[in-house]
């Protein structure tokens, strides 16, 4: 007989269930958040596990690596469908939720989600923690200006040298403006320093990185798109198909058939935002910066003179997407030409 478990992961805690395949519940227990805990508790059971499957959320990913370690046969499975699955129970436990899963594991009806690899893990760390400090001195920014704004001082055009000098000035000698601005200055500062160390090892990664160099002989595409790419992809292997990744990241179109009614609809936006964000920009940077001459811009300037430029940019992205893909698995650098992208569309 084949059991199935499920691991319904708090931060403190996990509520285990384990059904056989008639869906009867053989055992469940609460055991904390620990690898160890899990482990010893699924070989008390004394049953031959089949499948583990757990939700993908913030423990998700360590805690599938040192089980599989351990030789559990664990699946990360992806959230929409489980919240899909459980949205008619009445009573949200944990203890329900586990059931829930478990019953989703006994009859197959999941999608599993990648896990990345460390290497990856650590990457999308450096690149999100990046980001967070470039934010952070962009709402810095927008309170001093918004601040001053309000007392009839304006900012107006500034570069980053000339951003703390105007701000000075406009504070002038008003003691209480300073008490209240200057230590935002200091802040932004601070952020500004550890910031350009962050993007330095970005830099210094991608430098020595033969993929991220492949990635980066693309018109447009340079050393943070390289790497976010690189992250969400982390094994070309993966996608059976190079244009699938342009689905996995969300870059086509939604689709509405029931009955007499048939239509596509906006992109679904369903994958990773990070990367389609720094694909779309990309995208606007081949359109209407880069003066080299390829098929990939010609299609895409073709395509906007049709609909519009920001249709043309996500389509670009889109494409991108493929192309990057098919470069990592096949190891071959960018051609203008219009032969490489249209085998990269089509494979």
Same mark, same amino acid.
């Given at each position: 007989?084949? &059991? &199935? ?15 056989n395949?008639?869906g009867?519940?053989?055992s469940?227990?609460?055991v ?9 508790w699924?070989?008390a ?8 499957g757990?939700?993908?959320g913030?423990?998700?990913s ?10 559990w ?6 959230t ?9 129970q ?7 939720d ?5 019953h989703?594991?006994?009859?197959g ?28 001195r ?13 007392f ?10 000339t ?18 601005i ?10 500004i320093?550890?910031?350009k160390?962050?993007e ?33 992809v ?6 059976q198909?190079s ?5 996995a ?37 081949l ?11 010609s299609?895409?300037l ?7 430029k ?8 889109r ?29």
């Amino acid at each position: 007989m084949k &059991y &199935y478990s499920s691991l319904d992961v708090s931060l403190n805690s996990t509520a285990i269930c384990v059904v056989n395949h008639d869906g009867t519940f053989m055992s469940e227990s609460d055991v904390p958040s620990e690898p160890a805990a899990i482990d010893q508790w699924l070989k008390a059971t004394g049953l031959p596990i089949e499948r583990v499957g757990l939700e993908a959320g913030g423990l998700s990913s360590w805690l599938c690596q040192e089980l599989l370690a351990m030789g559990w046969p664990v699946i990360c499975i992806e959230t929409r469908h489980a919240k899909a699955a459980m949205k008619a129970q009445q009573v949200k436990t944990d203890r329900n939720d586990a059931r829930g899963l478990a019953h989703i594991m006994r009859t197959g009806w999941y999608k599993e989600v990648h896990v990345k690899s460390p290497d990856s893990q650590e990457l999308r760390m450096l690149l999100n923690n990046r980001r967070c400090l470039l934010e952070k001195r962009l709402d810095i920014d927008s309170q001093i200006r918004g601040s001053l704004r309000t007392f009839g001082l304006k900012l107006g055009k500034v570069t980053p040298v000339t951003y703390e000098p105007r701000i000075r000035e406009l504070v002038g000698d008003n003691e209480k403006f300073q008490a209240c601005i200057f230590p935002m200055l200091e802040v932004r500062r601070v952020l500004i320093e550890q910031c350009k160390k962050l993007e330095k090892l970005v830099l210094d990664y991608v430098k020595e990185d033969q993929v991220c160099q492949l990635f980066m002989t693309i018109p447009g595409v340079g050393p943070l798109t390289a790497l976010v790419y690189k992250t969400f992809v982390d094994r070309p292997e993966r996608f059976q198909k190079s244009r699938n990744v342009g689905a996995a990241l969300g870059l086509t179109p939604r689709k509405y058939a029931s009955g007499e009614v048939d239509y596509d609809g906006h992109i679904t936006k369903c994958g990773d935002s990070f990367v389609r964000m720094h694909l779309f920009e990309a995208a606007k940077v081949l359109l209407s910066r880069v003066g080299k001459p390829s098929e990939l811009k010609s299609w895409g300037l073709r395509l906007a003179k049709r609909s519009s430029k920001k249709k043309a940019c996500v389509a670009v992205a889109r494409r991108l997407a493929v192309i990057m893909h098919a470069m990592w698995r096949d190891g071959t650098v960018f051609q203008s030409t219009q032969v490489l992208a249209e085998l990269a569309a089509a494979a």
